[in-house]
Antibody, heavy 119, light 106 residues
Framework: QVQLQQSGAELVKPGSSVRISCKAS????????MHWIKQQPGNGLEWIGW????????KYNQKFSEKATLTADKSSSTAYMQLSSLTSEDSAVYFC????????????WGQGTLVTVSS | DIQMTQSPASLSASLGETVTIECRTS??????LAWYQQKPGRSPQLLIY???SFHTGVPSRFSGSGSGTQYSLKINSLQSEDVASYFC?????????FGSGTKLEI
């Protein structure tokens, strides 16, 4: 069965960077886009972008183009998202999610990673 | 960006009742709409895609409808396990965007 296992919660300082991981199993990692989605406490959902692990091509929401960097390691079936120049506005739960064959709706979700930015 | 207006923001209903959640988009998205259920402390789960197609395993009391810029999610015969937040999402154009959510209480 498809599983997306995300890394644990992070407490990071303002101005620093953080990298979150999402390890995929149960399907061919290189054949499906992996999306990343932000959810702030009590708020809705924001789409950050996707990466196609097969060739490393990524597409970003322009709002996050200078904040997030998406990468993927085919050897370990793991997708990564790095967030840079962190501020309190970046404190949120971040989800990875796989779509259905390029459909852009999200069939499988990771459990979420809480990032807290605080000095 | 395509703006998503979801209503109501919160909803209280009784067991066995029928409720409807609306999602209006700022432009025609040609049925490229999904609905998700998110229970407290959990990740969202897909319910409906293509505005009215059931995801595998979703109970038949959930249904989606609509076209153009107006879409809705209907939940018949409310059960206690339906307590959750519900979100719509358009995938017609980038950036993908979500509604602000509806919190359903029983």
């Amino acid at each position: 069965q498809v599983q997306l296992q995300q890394s644990g919660a992070e407490l990071v300082k303002p101005g620093s960077s953080v990298r979150i991981s999402c390890k995929a199993s149960g399907y061919t990692f290189t054949s499906y886009d992996m999306h990343w989605i932000k959810q702030q406490p009590g708020n809705g959902l924001e789409w950050i972008g996707w990466i196609y692990p097969g060739n490393g091509h990524a597409k970003y929401n322009q709002k996050f183009s200078e904040k997030a960097t998406l990468t993927a390691d085919k050897s370990s079936s793991t997708a990564y998202m790095q967030l840079s120049s962190l501020t309190s506005e970046d404190s949120a739960v971040y989800f990875c999610a796989r779509d259905y064959s390029g459909s852009n709706w999200f069939t499988y979700w990771g459990q979420g990673t809480l990032v807290t930015v605080s000095s | 960006d395509i703006q998503m207006t979801q209503s109501p923001a919160s909803l209280s209903a009784s067991l066995g009742e029928t409720v409807t959640i609306e999602c209006r988009t700022s432009e025609d998205i040609h049925n490229a709409l999904a609905w998700y259920q998110q229970k407290p402390g959990r990740s969202p789960q897909l319910l409906i895609y293509n505005a009215n197609s059931f995801h595998t395993g979703v109970p038949s009391r959930f249904s989606g409808s609509g076209s153009g810029t107006q879409y809705s999610l209907k939940i018949n015969s409310l059960q206690s396990e339906d307590v959750a937040s519900y979100f719509c999402q358009q995938y017609y154009d980038y950036p993908l965007t979500f509604g602000s959510g509806t919190k359903l209480e029983i």
